[in-house]
């Protein structure tokens, strides 16, 4: 019978997760819950106690018909007859612990690089256990953290192997669904995730199994369904571009902006211009009440503060909960070390439908390293058509999501197709806040239409620059200045034309192509 890792408890015995409970009464209501594998962890008790402690437990899990791991220990282990053990790197080698062990005994190998895991397999083991996967109190000796990133990198190096997979280190509700959907490359997934606190330090440990078992088994609000790029994909996509611009104005959605004060007001118009309900919200503990509209929440990281971060953090929890889009904007991403800090502080703590960005910051949400901006300018570029459309999907392809790379020339993917974008005009650089506003509109039409996550940005990207477009060729306009009220007047032009079903502010005028690469 294949060996089921989908729950997977870890124990954790010490006062201040266990709160003087009896353990073996907690992890049978785990096991009531949903949990269908159970690993005993004690690096501190004696020997006597463990064997103790392990039998109990033992029984509990028999009676449920699961199996008992222990850690580390191969002698307690054999002396209360457990279906296996789970060893670290710094443990007993397997092989020793292969001959020990009676046949037919489970052993799991800790892995933290691809090496490590490719190893473990190598030798025969059952199922790896994949981390650190965020971090958490209750391990302090962690190698380094995976996050889903490292993890999808470890899976897609082993994809080749039938070996069973479980991640582990700070997975809790919150982000049990993102942990399983996005560590997953084309190949290979998750086979389950190893909890700990979240079920052993829970008030109701049944109540807590439950609802594990349950986002485990559901498929995520906020999954990506990707469309597999058609012979004529630039006028299909164009096609559907005028009904999902009318869509928007009809729904009128809530764009709840995190933004920087320099263009709160000027992207508010914007907002308003094209049809849409802006709100310009900095503080998250509002979050919990304005996702209930089913908007979009805009992450904007231009004026960072002391308080910012944890702001973005409760906002994006609440959105990601309900399952409303979240666009992140992480300007300047590469000027300072505290942007680059936050920039990983916020990928590790929720979902992005959408990340935009310029060149500088696109590759720092990457990871690429060698990048350094001047304040939010992206910086001389250094890629070609080719290489930013790779970046641009590869990003998109590892996150699950939607990645927008704006330009001279936009790029745009979901991962799979690649479009890119011609349209606009320079005097779009030549305004604060033009770029910033991109988020907000592309958050309007992800509220508006949510099963083409790249069709809804398309769309409102070229809304907003063919309305740039237009003001620009005005007589009156002669720079930035009389472009600015010229530019909120074209977009309130297309969103009226739009509402009527007008398609005409779009016939012959987008300038897109689809990038193979």
């Known amino acids: 019978m294949p060996l089921d890792l989908s729950l997977y408890l870890v124990t954790d015995s010490t006062p201040a997760i266990l709160k003087g409970r009896d353990l073996c009464t907690v992890v049978e209501e785990a096991i009531k819950g949903g949990v269908t594998i159970v690993q005993y962890r004690d690096k501190t008790s004696d020997t006597g106690d463990l064997i103790a402690t392990a039998s109990k437990l033992h029984q509990v899990t ?43 005994a489970i052993i799991g190998i800790s892995t933290s690089t691809v090496q490590e895991a490719q190893k473990a397999i190598a030798d025969g083991a059952d199922y790896i256990g994949i981390g650190t996967m965020f971090a958490t109190s209750t391990k302090t000796n962690t190698k380094s953290i995976l996050g889903t990133a490292g993890t999808q990198a470890l899976l897609k190096a082993i994809s080749d192997s039938p070996v069973g997979t479980v991640a582990i280190g700070g997975i809790n509700h919150s982000n049990v669904q993102r942990v399983l959907y996005q560590s997953r490359c084309d190949a ?32 995520p609000t906020f999954a990506l369904t990707c469309q597999t790029s058609r012979a004529d994909e630039v006028d299909a996509l164009l096609r559907d571009v005028p009904a999902i611009v009318r869509k928007m104005t009809e729904v009128h959605p809530l764009v709840h902006n995190m933004i920087n004060f320099v263009v709160a007001n000027f992207v508010a118009n914007v907002a308003l211009s094209i049809g849409a309900s802006p709100i310009m919200a900095p ?82 949400v990457w990871g690429s390293g060698a990048v350094q901006q001047r304040g939010v300018d992206s910086g001389p570029s250094t890629l070609d058509e080719q290489q930013k459309a790779r970046l641009t ?125």
């Open 62 to 104: 028999q009676k449920y018909g699961i199996p008992l791991l222990i850690n580390d220990r191969v002698d307690v282990a054999l002396a209360i007859g457990a279906e296996g053990v789970h060893l670290g790197q710094d443990d007993m080698v397997f092989d020793a612990a292969k001959k020990l062990l009676p046949k037919g």
């Open 283 to 364: 503080y998250g503990d509002e979050a919990q009440d304005l996702c209930k509209f089913d908007g979009a929440l805009l992450i904007n990281m231009g004026t960072l503060t002391s308080e910012s971060v944890s702001n973005y953090q409760k906002a994006l929890q609440a959105y990601n909960a309900r399952g409303n889009p979240v666009i992140y904007d992480p300007v300047g991403a590469a000027a300072t070390e505290i942007r680059r800090n936050a920039v990983s502080t916020l990928m590790a703590g929720g979902y992005f439908d959408l990340i935009k960005g310029n060149e500088g910051e696109i590759r720092q």
């Open 188 to 219: 290979k997934g998750l086979d389950g995730v190893a909890i700990v606190s979240a079920i052993v330090g829970a008030e109701d440990p049944q109540t807590s199994a439950e609802k594990f078992t349950h986002l485990i088994k559901s498929t």
């Open 393 to 517: 999907r590869d990003l998109a392809r590892r996150e699950h999501n939607v990645v927008l790379l704006t330009g001279a020339t936009d790029y745009l993917s979901d991962g799979e197709r690649v479009i890119a974008v011609e349209n606009g005009h320079p005097y779009l650089g030549r305004v604060t806040g033009t770029g910033c506003a991109i988020g907000s509109v592309s958050g309007c039409f992800l509220a508006a239409h949510r099963s083409d996550k790249l069709l809804a940005v398309l769309s409102g990207l070229l809304m907003f620059e063919i309305a740039a477009e237009n003001a620009a060729s005005k007589d009156y306009v002669r720079g930035p200045g009389s472009f600015v009220p010229a530019f909120l007047d074209e977009l309130y032009a297309i969103q009226t034309a739009a509402a009527k079903g007008d398609e005409s502010w779009l016939a012959g005028r987008a300038k897109v192509h689809e990038v193979k690469v």
